[in-house]
Structures are given as structure tokens and as C-alpha cells.
């Protein structure tokens, strides 16, 4: 069941005979997904050009909104797939992992281990995704 490509929109290939009670085959999150993974990763870039002045403060707080814009997007619909549960899963992940915080890989590990509310998140993204390793934090 390893599912861990969210670039992916469809749960199955149905035909037109598709039980009208299935869930449609196209995700509604995964188009969020994929603009906050994205603007994501440009903040992360931004934050590494403020520290280094090759960006102002101001910029960063436009992108940070994005995101936040996206998270909020993606968070008001119903995931459909385990694609759409994993991309829950992930935004849970950034929102209330360690990956939060500035821990060496030991202290991380000690955390994942320990931390129940990590191992709910960790259980999900499991089932959902097949991974065996918590989402990356772009």
C-alpha cells in the first residue's frame, strides 16, 4: 500500500460504471497540498535570505501569509484519499513536530518516540501514505 507520491490525483482509474456513492477520484486537497508544500519551501529559501540580508522581513511575512492562505485552503475541505489524509497528516507534522524545533537527530529520535501526539501522527501518515519515516519538512 506504499501510496508516497502526492504528486498523484487519483485514487483509481473507475470507469464510467463507478458507484455513485465512491469518493470522487480527484482529491480537493491535493491541489493545496501542493501550493503550500511549494510556498513552503520558498519561505523556507526566504528565511535563509533574510538571515543572510539578501531579503527584507516584509517579503518573508508576504510569504509566510501564503502559506498560511494555502494550510487554511486545503484544511476547509474533506480529504477523499489517502493521498489527501496523508497531506493532513503532513500539515499536522509541520504545525506540531519537532520539526518545529532546533534538535539534534538523537533529540529528534528521543521525541518521536516519546511524544504520543507524534505517534498519532506518525500512525496516520503510516496507514495513509505507507511510510515508514515521519513527512518531510521542506
Known sequence: ?????????TLSEAGPDT????PPAIDPTLFHYRV????????CRALVQVEGGQTTVKNLDAIQRRELEARDAL???TPTTLN???????????ELGPSQANLSEGEYA????????????????????????PPLTD
Do not use: F, Q
Request: charged share 15%.
Open 110 to 133: 528521543a521525541r518521536c518516540a516519546s511524544d504520543p501526539i507524534l505517534k498519532m501522527i506518525a500512525a496516520i501518515w503510516r496507514a495513509a501514505d505507507g511510510s515508514h519515516t
Open 36 to 43: 503550500w508544500r511549494a510556498v513552503r519551501a520558498e519561505w
Open 75 to 77: 484544511l476547509a475541505l
Open 19 to 22: 458507484d455513485a456513492s465512491a
Open 1 to 9: 500500500m506504499a501510496n508516497s507520491s502526492l504528486n498523484g490525483n
Open 84 to 94: 489527501g489524509i496523508a497531506a493532513v497528516a503532513h500539515l499536522l507534522w509541520d
